[in-house]
C-alpha cells in the first residue's frame, strides 16, 4: 500500500507564467534601450568635454563649482547639437526647432543646477573635486533624460 500525497498531481507553472510576466514587464524598457544607448553614448562625448573643461579650469583658477559650471555648459551645447542629430527623432515634432533649443537649454539648466549642487557639497563635506564631479554627472544624467524625452524632444 502506498500513500499517495498529491504531489504527483502538482505541477510546478512559474516558469511559463514568470517568463511571459517579466516580457510584459520588460517590454517598455526594451523599447527605450537603443533610445537610451545612443543617448547614452552622446551622454558619455559631452561628459568628455565637460570634464576636460572642469579639469582645465580647476587647475588654473581653482574654483571647483564654477569649473563644474562652465564645463557643463561647454558640454551641453555639444550634448544638444547631438542629440537633435543622433537620439531623438525631431523631424516629427511640431515644436519649432527654436522653442526645442531653449527647452533643451532649460533642461540643461536644471543640470546645471544639480551638477552646482552636487559639486558643493561633497566638496563642503570634504570629497575630492574628481569625485564630486562623478557624482554629480550621475545625479544630472538620468533626471535631465527624463526632462528631455518627455518634455524637449516629446
Avoid at 83 to 104: C, G
Avoid at 133 to 146: D, E, L, N, P, T
Amino acid at each position: 500500500m502506498s500513500v499517495d500525497h498529491g504531489i504527483s498531481r502538482w505541477r510546478w507553472r512559474a516558469g511559463p507564467d514568470v517568463t511571459s510576466f517579466a516580457a510584459r514587464s520588460l517590454g517598455p524598457v526594451r523599447a527605450l534601450l537603443p533610445q537610451l544607448s545612443r543617448y547614452t553614448a552622446v551622454s558619455a562625448l559631452a561628459l568628455g568635454l565637460d570634464f576636460g573643461v572642469f579639469l582645465a579650469l580647476n587647475d588654473s583658477i581653482g574654483h571647483p563649482t564654477l569649473s563644474g559650471v562652465v564645463g557643463y555648459a561647454c558640454g551641453i551645447v555639444l550634448h544638444y547639437q547631438l542629440s537633435r542629430r543622433f537620439v531623438f527623432a525631431t523631424a516629427a515634432s511640431t515644436k519649432s526647432a527654436h522653442r526645442r533649443f531653449w527647452e533643451f537649454v532649460a533642461s540643461g539648466l536644471l543640470g546645471v543646477a544639480v551638477t552646482a549642487a552636487v559639486i558643493a557639497a561633497a566638496t563642503g563635506m570634504g570629497a575630492s573635486p574628481i569625485l564630486a564631479k562623478a557624482m554629480a554627472a550621475g545625479a544630472s544624467f538620468i533626471g535631465v533624460y527624463a526632462i528631455r524625452r518627455a518634455i524637449v524632444f516629446a
